[in-house]
């Protein structure tokens, strides 16, 4: 099992601003580089054409961004967690729809006027020429991503459809990096020009494959996952066991998260990010799930001995970010799961709230109530109806009542997302400094 560092980090540089810095940082400079090479290569062959070729090498350098992060580098997820990689892969997105609009436009803007006929005879005729055709192809595949990433029509969508048709995104990369090639001002305007960009792609699609291919089916053979147990913990909840071989060796830490396909079981092609609801221990894999869909729902039926893959693990929801010696875990429903593995590893002073419906509701209560002790900490169970606002048993002055000192803590939160919000709201109300609260939605990118 890999070593823990728990060290807390007050008065030092965090490792998710680490990464954050890092990845301005590359993004500063690569932008000053397309700029210099844009000005170096000089004026097209009117100024429309011009500015077409400036909006078509920014949205090359967006796209190689959007892989970058989706490719599920370690080092970056660990720093900065999924979840946040996810949402800046949303709003890049956007920016690369518009981006590669705007050249498309002007580019049968700019022949147009250069040829003197219409838009619609100048975009015929583009369309028969190869690289041209390329782009073409390349702008309306992003365009179809775009529209199915729309919030109304990706709530209509089945995740495995939004998710297949998703990965066209990989497509339209291939497309437009051979767009690209075949533009010969883009690639030898200079030596440095064409060096630069043969860099960049294929550190962008060696990333991608590195960590969405190779990673995981090196660590999938290697370490020969396997079901060792299914253990119903309530009649609608199960607990999967997970061993292997060499796990001592796997990179994974209490409160991440893992995404998890038992083949003969489901169809390849489903797949759950589950918590690791205990703590490696270089042994086994824990995931403790909630009937929540078909997947999670037959999980109990999963048979022992049957392979298991393994990707992950995932999350930066750990004590990799801790700033404070006390800890405050907030909880919700089964989101109790990475704050249940977080206990075993958490030092110093610690509480948790614990929010369900019931008693009867609060998965692996024994095992938490049993850590909380262990550590002389304090657990409160909050149950019951919410109030009229919905999330009074969790709002700022309830937090404040329960953890006096929690500006002087280290507070993760993982539940429900309506849950996860409203206390978040909580700790601002409350002044918490941003750096000590830690909160991660679990899910797929």
């Given at each position: 099992?890999?070593?823990?560092?728990?060290?807390?980090?007050?008065?030092?540089?965090?490792?998710?601003?680490?990464?954050?810095?890092?990845?301005?940082?590359?993004?500063?400079?690569?932008?000053?580089?397309?700029?210099?090479?844009?000005?170096?290569?000089?004026?097209?062959?009117?100024?429309?054409?011009?500015?077409?070729?400036?909006?078509?090498?920014?949205?090359?350098?967006?796209?190689?961004?959007?892989?970058?992060?989706?490719?599920?580098?370690?080092?970056?997820?660990?720093?900065?967690?999924?979840?946040?990689?996810?949402?800046?892969?949303?709003?890049?997105?956007?920016?690369?729809?518009?981006?590669?609009?705007?050249?498309?436009?002007?580019?049968?803007?700019?022949?147009?006027?250069?040829?003197?006929?219409?838009?619609?005879?100048?975009?015929?005729?583009?369309?028969?020429?190869?690289?041209?055709?390329?782009?073409?192809?390349?702008?309306?595949?992003?365009?179809?991503?775009?529209?199915?990433?729309?919030?109304?029509?990706?709530?209509?969508?089945?995740?495995?459809?939004?998710?297949?048709?998703?990965?066209?995104?990989?497509?339209?990369?291939?497309?437009?990096?051979?767009?690209?090639?075949?533009?010969?001002?883009?690639?030898?305007?200079?030596?440095?020009?064409?060096?630069?960009?043969?860099?960049?792609?294929?550190?962008?699609?060696?990333?991608?494959?590195?960590?969405?291919?190779?990673?995981?089916?090196?660590?999938?053979?290697?370490?020969?996952?396997?079901?060792?147990?299914?253990?119903?913990?309530?009649?609608?909840?199960?607990?999967?066991?997970?061993?292997?071989?060499?796990?001592?060796?796997?990179?994974?830490?209490?409160?991440?998260?893992?995404?998890?396909?038992?083949?003969?079981?489901?169809?390849?092609?489903?797949?759950?990010?589950?918590?690791?609801?205990?703590?490696?221990?270089?042994?086994?894999?824990?995931?403790?799930?909630?009937?929540?869909?078909?997947?999670?729902?037959?999980?109990?039926?999963?048979?022992?001995?049957?392979?298991?893959?393994?990707?992950?693990?995932?999350?930066?929801?750990?004590?990799?970010?801790?700033?404070?010696?006390?800890?405050?875990?907030?909880?919700?429903?089964?989101?109790?799961?990475?704050?249940?593995?977080?206990?075993?590893?958490?030092?110093?002073?610690?509480?948790?709230?614990?929010?369900?419906?019931?008693?009867?509701?609060?998965?692996?209560?024994?095992?938490?109530?049993?850590?909380?002790?262990?550590?002389?900490?304090?657990?409160?169970?909050?149950?019951?109806?919410?109030?009229?606002?919905?999330?009074?048993?969790?709002?700022?002055?309830?937090?404040?009542?329960?953890?006096?000192?929690?500006?002087?803590?280290?507070?993760?939160?993982?539940?429900?997302?309506?849950?996860?919000?409203?206390?978040?709201?909580?700790?601002?109300?409350?002044?918490?400094?941003?750096r000590q609260v830690h909160a991660e939605k679990f899910g797929l990118a």
């Open positions: 099992m890999a070593v823990v560092n728990n060290r807390v980090r007050a008065g030092t540089v965090l490792p998710v601003d680490a990464a954050r810095w890092t990845m301005r940082t590359f993004a500063v400079v690569n932008v000053v580089i397309v700029e210099a090479l844009f000005l170096s290569a000089g004026s097209g062959k009117n100024e429309v054409l011009t500015l077409a070729r400036f909006f078509g090498l920014h949205a090359a350098l967006l796209m190689m961004f959007q892989l970058l992060l989706v490719a599920r580098l370690p080092w970056l997820d660990r720093r900065i967690g999924m979840d946040r990689l996810t949402v800046w892969h949303r709003w890049v997105g956007f920016l690369l729809l518009w981006t590669v609009l705007t050249h498309a436009t002007l580019v049968v803007l700019g022949y147009a006027r250069l040829d003197g006929a219409s838009t619609g005879k100048t975009f015929v005729a583009l369309s028969g020429v190869p690289a041209s055709l390329l782009g073409m192809l390349a702008t309306a595949v992003i365009v179809v991503i775009a529209v199915i990433s729309t919030r109304p029509l990706r709530r209509r969508l089945r995740y495995e459809v939004w998710h297949g048709l998703h990965l066209l995104l990989y497509v339209a990369a291939g497309l437009s990096f051979v767009h690209q090639l075949q533009e010969t001002t883009t690639f030898t305007s200079s030596a440095f020009a064409t060096a630069y960009w043969w860099v960049l792609w294929l550190f962008a699609f060696g990333a991608l494959l590195t960590g969405r291919v190779a990673v995981p089916l090196w660590r999938n053979v290697h370490h020969r996952f396997r079901v060792e147990a299914v253990v119903p913990e309530s009649d609608n909840v199960v607990s999967v066991y997970v061993t292997g071989r060499h796990l001592d060796k796997l990179p994974a830490r209490a409160g991440q998260f893992c995404i998890w396909r038992f083949p003969g079981h489901n169809h390849w092609w489903l797949a759950n990010p589950f918590s690791l609801s205990a703590a490696p221990n270089g042994q086994t894999l824990r995931l403790t799930a909630k009937a929540a869909g078909s997947t999670s729902a037959g999980l109990r039926n999963v048979p022992v001995g049957s392979p298991a893959f393994v990707e992950g693990p995932y999350g930066a929801f750990t004590s990799l970010h801790r700033t404070r010696s006390g800890t405050l875990l907030i909880a919700g429903g089964v989101g109790i799961t990475p704050v249940r593995a977080m206990l075993e590893e958490t030092t110093g002073d610690v509480v948790v709230l614990y929010r369900v419906r019931s008693e009867a509701d609060a998965v692996l209560l024994d095992e938490v109530r049993h850590l909380v002790e262990l550590r002389g900490g304090r657990l409160h169970l909050l149950t019951g109806r919410t109030g009229e606002d919905g999330v009074s048993l969790l709002g700022s002055g309830s937090l404040h009542r329960l953890v006096p000192d929690i500006t002087e803590r280290d507070v993760y939160v993982c539940g429900p997302p309506a849950m996860t919000k409203a206390v978040l709201a909580g700790l601002r109300d409350l002044r918490v400094p941003a």
